[in-house]
């Protein structure tokens, strides 16, 4: 069977879904994988993306938030306290809202593509 790319990554990795049939849940923890989709059996234990959507975030969030921090001291010049009771729940928030969709998205792309590193190129070998 390999009815696979019937779902695109982005719309799996936005309801954290399969990436096979879109359907099943992609994680039993906040961010373990779950060991296969309960829908299509797909077996997940073999996804593994690794550091990827950590590095992004973190480059991608560095690259907003540290320039917006810097423009609210240039132009607020507020307390040391204040930029923390800004940046951290801020940061923290949108790093704990976008690391699981993250995620996804590299499976669906690791699924898609096939990529031999994370052992995917055997995701259908067994039907
Ligand atoms: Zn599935």
Known sequence: MNAGWSVSPLQAALH?????????????????????CESCGLDLKKADSGDGPAVFLILGLGALFVPLALWVDAVWAPSK??????????????????????????IALQYRHRASDSGTEDYDKDE
């Open 16 to 36: 954290c879904r399969c990436p096979r049939c879109g359907k099943g849940r992609l994680y039993g923890g906040y961010l373990e994988v779950a060991d296969r």
């Open 81 to 106: 306290w204040v930029h923390m009771a800004i940046w951290v729940p801020t940061v923290l928030g949108t790093t704990l809202l976008l690391i699981r969709p993250l995620k996804a998205y590299f």
